[in-house]
């Protein structure tokens, strides 16, 4: 099964560490972004009519801000073009200062089944710093209207002024709404984001200091009842997301929008991040590729290896010796034997012990010296 990204850019205003494209000036142009992802839509029709798609994922930017009757069109227009599953997962990012009744119900009514909302934390003073727009009581107002709904929340770890003890109430507070998944992930200071000041003038933790944060933050949540089963990802037993387990087993995808990145047949493609430029090229009845790369088998074991020791699960040898004819074991001795005390190894799987998998970058490296 392959999945679909929809890319929605557009925003209330940009937040200081954001890095994606994304264009709070310019909501005024949704109406014709979504005709033009539709058209988009509608040009890989006969390109993907083969193929099965059992998730859709709607991110952003921030989805929820625009008018929710354009969702709901989204999603009639992905069943109509695709072959969705009759139990897919259609995933819709939503910010808690975005959202309504109404919106809620429609996104509901439309198919979408599950929802990312974007907490990142529960002190008001620090989602300020963050540039968020949303306050910890329109979460709170948010979470109450998807009560009884398969729903995620962000927490974001490395924060300016936060405390262990801050990240400890924002899984709680999550937790304690319903959220059956959270995603725990560290503020990444992008050159030529606001936050990337902060960064350079020693005002964020250091990388100790988010070590330790992430640790404190793995032992809240496994006390609240939620599994590991990927670096940054959590969930209540049966509720780990399809869409992102999808990317981290190599699976296929296919995204529409700026920016948007695809993985069909080994080959890689993604669309063009300028808005003016997406529009001129669906409005030709051009596709707004603007790189395409056919990953060779090299890469392709490059990254199953990346992606397979990022999860809880590992590495499967009974997979990779089918997918590449090779014993993995056999192939990668010596970086075993060499760093023998991070890993985990059993006749079916090779993991990265649990207590290393936050620095697990710096392990996956030696595989590809």
């Not at 099964?1 to 560490?17: D, E, L, N, R, W």
């Not at 992802?37 to 998730?55: C, G, I, P, Q």
């Not at 009757?69 to 995933?91: G, H, P, Q, R």
Request: with cysteine.
């Amino acid at each position: 099964m392959a999945g679909i990204y929809v890319h929605v850019p557009f925003c209330k205003s940009k937040c200081t560490y954001c890095d994606f494209a994304s264009f709070p000036d310019k909501i005024g142009f949704a109406e014709s972004y979504m005709a033009c992802v539709f058209r988009e839509m509608s040009f890989r029709r006969e390109e993907l009519k083969n193929l099965a798609f059992d998730t859709l994922y709607i991110g952003g930017g921030t989805p929820s801000v625009i008018d929710e009757s354009y969702i709901a069109m989204l999603v009639a227009c992905a069943k109509k073009n695709f072959n969705l599953s009759d139990d897919a997962e259609i995933t819709i990012e939503i910010n808690p200062g975005t959202v309504s009744a109404k919106k809620i119900q429609t996104y509901k009514s439309c198919g979408i089944n599950r929802f990312s909302v974007g907490l990142q934390t529960a002190v008001d003073s620090q989602l300020r710093d963050l540039g968020r727009i949303h306050s910890l009581n329109e979460f709170v107002y948010c979470a109450k209207l998807l009560k009884g709904e398969n729903f995620s929340v962000d927490v974001m770890i490395g924060l300016k002024n936060q405390t262990i003890s801050d990240i400890e109430k924002t899984i709680e507070v999550a937790a304690s709404f319903g959220a059956s998944h959270i995603s725990m992930y560290a503020l990444t200071p992008e050159d030529g984001t606001p936050i990337y000041t902060d960064y350079l003038n020693g005002e964020l933790p250091d990388s100790d200091e988010v070590a330790e944060m992430y640790s404190a933050g793995v032992k809240k949540l496994a006390s609240l009842g939620f599994e590991r089963y990927e670096v940054s990802n959590f969930c209540k037993k049966g509720k780990e997301s399809r869409h992102n387990q999808n990317y981290w087993k190599r699976g296929e995808y296919i995204g529409f929008g700026v920016s948007a990145s695809s993985h069909i047949n080994n080959v890689r493609f993604t669309n063009t991040f300028d808005l003016d430029e997406y529009f001129k090229c669906i409005l030709s009845e051009h596709l707004p590729v603007i790189n395409t790369e056919e990953v060779e088998e090299s890469l392709r074991e490059e990254e199953y290896i990346m992606l397979s020791l990022r999860t809880a699960r590992g590495l499967s040898l009974a997979e990779y010796k089918s997918t590449f004819n090779k014993d993995f074991i056999f192939e990668y001795r010596s970086i075993l034997e060499k760093n023998a005390n991070y890993f985990q190894i059993s006749q079916e799987f090779v993991k990265i012990k649990e207590e290393y998998l936050f620095v697990q970058n710096s392990i996956i490296v030696e595989f590809f010296k």
